[in-house]
């Protein structure tokens, strides 16, 4: 049996009426961090089954920056919220925080919600560059043995194939999610980004690809905005890049749910492994309004 996870929006509505743009303070009760995680589906990974790939990792991203969480190969996907909705304000609406660094990202891409049904992409710099594939799709195999670490093969839809390699010696726990049971197989489609490790002569370099990521040292990752400090270091979102599944621009006011889910498919050589986005947390840019 086959497991589906469509990363993709199906068709949905297209405009949902112009946008209301205002950041006047106000008085709230509301957080600013992520208040639950509604579900966390990792692909195959170095990470997960560990102290960084579960569900109790997942559950460390509510109420602040506490923990990093894992998202495997490519398709990893997490689903969030906050304790309100946010909301189109001018300039970035929310920020997500990775753990990336120059030289270093794994760039996830961000989708949105309004109802936890109709899904919108936040379009990012590179979504059209060489690389990228608007209509990807990955299935891995599950392991004979998930008993220890074993690499983990895929297939894609262009033909390709590969394997989340094994790096025992340091990650000897299985790269089969736990959460997957006994599923054969796990499909994951998305948007993939092109591949941004690149051997510098001394070692690889995972480049950034822009602004529009999660987990990506992009321009705008140390600016601190709407005057709070905690953005500081993370990447910055707003809801004006809004895309269909078609990449036609949507107006969306608020948001109810935010999902990301790692868009690049590359291994690495050596003791990097496979290219895997972290998500360390979330804000709010209007929880006081």
């Known amino acids: 049996m086959k497991d589906s996870i469509w990363l993709l929006p199906i068709a949905g509505l297209l405009g949902l009426g112009g ?22 589906t990792p692909a195959p990974g170095q990470f997960v089954n560990s102290e960084m790939g579960t569900w109790e990792a997942a559950e460390s991203l509510v109420g602040g920056k506490k923990g990093c969480l894992s998202l495997g190969g490519f398709g990893g996907v997490v689903v969030f919220e906050f304790d309100h909705e ?16 120059d030289g270093s990202s794994e760039p996830g891409v961000v989708e949105v919600s309004p109802d936890g049904e ?10 059209e560059a060489e690389g990228s594939v608007a209509d990807y799709e990955v299935t891995y195999v599950r392991p004979e043995q998930l008993e ?38 796990l499909t994951f489609r998305g948007i993939r980004l092109p591949d941004n490790a690149v051997w510098n002569g001394a070692k690889y370099v995972l480049g950034d690809l822009g602004e529009g990521y ?9 600016a601190v905005v709407g005057g709070d400090p905690d953005t500081k270091y993370g990447n910055k979102f707003d809801l004006d890049r809004a895309v269909d599944e ?11 749910q935010i999902r990301v889910y790692t868009a690049v498919n590359q291994q690495v050589e050596g003791m990097l492994g496979e290219v895997s986005t972290e998500i360390c947390g979330a804000l709010s840019l209007s929880a006081g309004l």
């Open 19 to 40: 946008c209301n743009k205002t950041n006047d303070p106000e008085q709230s009760t509301h957080s600013k961090w992520i208040a639950r995680i509604v579900s966390y």
């Open 86 to 101: 946010v909301r189109n304000i001018e300039g970035p609406d929310f920020v997500l925080f990775g753990n990336a660094f």
């Open 118 to 127: 109709r899904w919108y992409r936040l379009s990012g710099a590179a979504d």
């Open 148 to 185: 220890r670490a074993e690499e983990v093969g895929w297939t894609d839809n262009r033909g390709g194939s590969g394997a989340i390699e094994a790096l025992d010696e340091i990650h000897p726990q299985s790269y089969w999610p736990v959460s997957a049971g006994a599923e054969r197989t």
């Open 214 to 222: 999660a987990d990506n040292w992009s321009p705008d990752y140390t």
């Open 246 to 256: 078609t990449g036609r621009r949507v107006e969306l006011r608020t948001v109810r």
